[in-house]
C-alpha cells in the first residue's frame, strides 16, 4: 500500500507542469486524461521508445491542443526517474491530479 501511495504521489508531482496543456484538450473530462496516461504507460510498458510514443501519438491525435496533452503525457511517464507505471497506476494518478487541479480552480460559492 505504500508504495502505491508513494508512486501516486510522485506521479501527481511531476504530472503538475503537463495540466496546463491537459485542461486546453480536455477540461472537465478527467477520464480523459487518464485514459491517455494509461495507453502511454501501456507503451512504454511494451518497450517503446519515447520517440516511437510521440510518433505513435501522432498518428491518433490530430489536435495541435491534442497532442500538446499527449506530448505533456509522455513527457512525464518518459522522463528520467520517473516511477515505472502500469497503465491503471498511471490513469489513477493523472486522473486524481486533474481532478485535484479542477477543484481547486472551482470558486466557491
Do not use: N
Request: hydrophobic letters at 40%.
Amino acid at each position: 500500500m505504500k508504495r502505491v501511495a508513494v508512486l501516486t504521489v510522485l506521479a501527481v508531482c511531476l504530472a503538475q507542469p503537463a495540466i496546463e496543456a491537459l485542461a486546453q484538450t480536455v477540461s472537465d473530462q478527467c477520464f480523459a486524461i487518464g485514459d491517455i496516461a494509461s495507453q502511454v504507460a501501456s507503451w512504454r510498458a511494451h518497450k517503446k521508445t519515447k520517440e516511437q510514443a510521440l510518433d505513435q501519438a501522432a498518428k491518433y491525435y490530430k489536435g495541435k491542443a491534442d497532442r500538446q496533452a499527449v506530448a505533456g503525457i509522455i513527457e512525464k511517464i518518459y522522463s528520467p526517474g520517473a516511477p515505472h507505471m502500469t497503465p491503471d497506476q498511471a490513469s489513477m494518478a493523472f486522473t486524481s491530479e486533474c481532478a485535484s487541479q479542477q477543484k481547486s480552480q472551482t470558486p466557491r460559492q
